[in-house]
């Protein structure tokens, strides 16, 4: 079922999820000449308006998931929360790129720290909390360092969604409440000096290309802005995209894969550590639309076509700033800055901490 | 009716035609936030893949055109052959940019000529040949330079379709047998050096943007390459602009104008005569896509939708080059190409003379 050649202009890429990524994902498509045909439960779907094709059903409904499939020549998501089960019902019948593992391991923090872990790669501790009485032991082992500490649930987090931050004993409680008293994670919280993420793509022949790496700053735990180039010296660039591809390889993963990372430390000493991965396109790097010959989205849809990789050098420098909420009314000052690229989702209503769209604000054409 | 704020995110594009035009600007829209209805007539329309939605209906079925113009906020055309009274109706009813006006004599070569003459821009020697009998006079005014001339139909002649040179007395009827006798110019064949385009926004306030002026190669009468920058002078270029800023203005224009011009001679004394207008967005501009920080597409979409234009500014030096039927087959190759990005139109066919996609490589990246 798995053709080693890429699939020719005309084919039909399938893709789970209807928002921002699979709309900036569709017209990627479009530009190769590739059609997309969209899957994603009811609500607001802005992928479909830029998609030849769509299907609006829950996860679990498989007679809609079979004439997906047969409808389409790959299938791809633009979200990481899908059910397992109803990728591994299309994986069966047409090939997932990237493949089931890939989104089991994402949507469980635990899975995903053991993995980096296992990968010799450095993580912050961590320990499962699965009920509250398990808090207290691992708040000893994880405050080892004299750290404060972040509860987090295991699955469904995202956004600063579900997490809460434990800095004395009397936190515990309340943390454990607030996060829903649900399987969680306690993690060390990491005194970073910078946030960075590697956004590697891999072939179907196991080839890697990456982009730049970006530095990512947020606000009220959203990403706010991506800035490239990072402050971190080539050599901690190069080990971050190191870790990328380490993590790339076992998942034999096919696609674009972001890996969030912390740097603790300035100079080429400086540490990195294991955040979180998403396996597909991401926010912080969406300025490689107007700065790459080749963006994020055209690299995930070439894998996943099964095209070669496209070229990811970056031809300027670039600021990129989400617009959420109520930052969207910005949207005639900034359409009229020189340097700036306006980029709208096309939701039908804006809400307290929804990505509307983003700006990328071109610094310097690099020669 | 005539809005002078720009249309907000969530607004609605009416597009009159479904080609790759269409296609192309849909996507612009799209990343801005604004929907696109497509309005065409059946057959391939590869816009509507990319598209909210799209009314199939013929450019006569007022009904149709009745409720489209219903839906959308403003109307645009990606073809300029579409029906005048088409046009009227619409703008009888919803802003219509560009006007009436720039469809009407964009679709009559003599109609073109005599408006560039009027603005006292150099134009070929030309005369109507309305039938036979008229031929003979007209090719002694046009023969006046001792140059072979060519034969055109006034109307809907494209891709160097219903054209035929007359190089001496026997080929005169032949011409005129060649073009279906119907009503015509005659102009003189130019020897030109080359031939260039220019490519002019403009604004709802009357402001004016240029791109750099491509050169273009056809090749059988079609456009082969643009190529950026052009080998004329910066005078010669600024001289080519204002011809299109003359233009544009005088048709009071809405939108991206494309003015494709003879270069005669070299350096700073090259002149440049009129060839012909396309009230649209251009082949010779879609090289704008990847070598400037907004393609003509977005352009002509900012200006249609009331925004303020975009800075045209060119980061890379580029070679456009068309695909053209079976030219469509070395995909892979130019997949491979590491300065080359690839662009598709979904065309379900492919056939001789037919545009399916086209290739920009990036040559070098400006600083």
Redesign the interface.
């Known amino acids: 079922m798995a053709p080693e050649t890429?699939l020719?202009?005309?084919s039909v890429i399938g893709i789970l999820g209807g928002g921002q990524l699979g709309?900036m994902l569709?017209?990627a498509a479009?530009?190769?000449?590739?059609?997309?045909h969209i899957f994603s439960p009811p609500g607001d779907n802005p992928a479909?308006?830029?998609?030849?094709s769509a299907t609006i059903a829950a996860w679990d409904d498989t007679a809609a998931l079979e004439a997906f499939a047969a409808a389409v020549d790959v299938v791809t998501y633009e979200f990481e929360n899908i059910p397992v089960a109803t990728a591994e019902f299309l994986a069966a019948r047409k090939l997932l790129r990237p493949g089931v593992r890939a989104l089991a391991v994402a949507q469980d923090r635990m899975n995903e720290k053991e993995l980096a872990r296992s990968l010799d790669i450095d993580v912050p501790l961590f320990a499962a909390v699965d009920a509250a009485s398990e808090l207290a032991g691992a708040r000893t082992f994880v405050g080892l360092g004299g750290r404060h500490a972040i509860l987090k649930t295991r699955r469904l987090g995202y956004d600063g969604k579900g997490q809460a931050v434990i800095r004395s004993d009397d936190d515990a409680a309340a943390a454990w409440r607030a996060i829903g008293g649900v399987p969680a994670i306690l993690e060390e919280m990491i005194p970073f000096t910078r946030e960075i993420s590697v956004l590697v793509a891999r072939g179907i022949d196991g080839s890697t290309r990456a982009f730049d790496v970006p530095e990512n700053r947020h606000r009220h735990g959203i990403l706010d802005t991506s800035t490239v180039p990072a402050s971190v010296t080539p050599g901690v660039a190069r080990r971050a995209i190191a870790i990328g591809e380490t993590i790339a390889a076992e998942l034999d993963y096919v696609g674009l894969l972001a890996v969030e990372l912390f740097v603790v430390g300035d100079g080429d000493d400086a540490a990195l550590l294991f955040n979180e991965i998403a396996p597909r396109v991401h926010n912080s790097g969406h300025w490689t639309t107007?700065a790459c010959?080749?963006s994020q989205f055209e690299q995930h849809i070439?894998a996943v076509a099964g095209?070669?990789l496209?070229?990811p050098?970056r031809?300027?420098d670039v600021v990129m700033t989400n617009l959420i909420g109520a930052d969207?009314e910005t949207?005639?000052s900034v359409?009229?800055e020189?340097?700036a690229?306006?980029?709208?989702?096309?939701k039908?209503e804006s809400r307290p901490g929804r990505k509307m769209?983003h700006v990328n604000r071109?610094r310097r054409?690099?020669?």
């Open positions: 890429p020719p202009p005309g709309r569709a017209m479009a530009e190769m000449g590739l059609a997309v479909t308006d830029v998609a030849r107007d010959l080749v070439r095209w070669p496209g070229d050098r031809h300027s969207a949207w005639v359409a009229n020189p340097d690229r306006l980029h709208f989702y096309g039908a769209g071109i054409m690099a020669g």
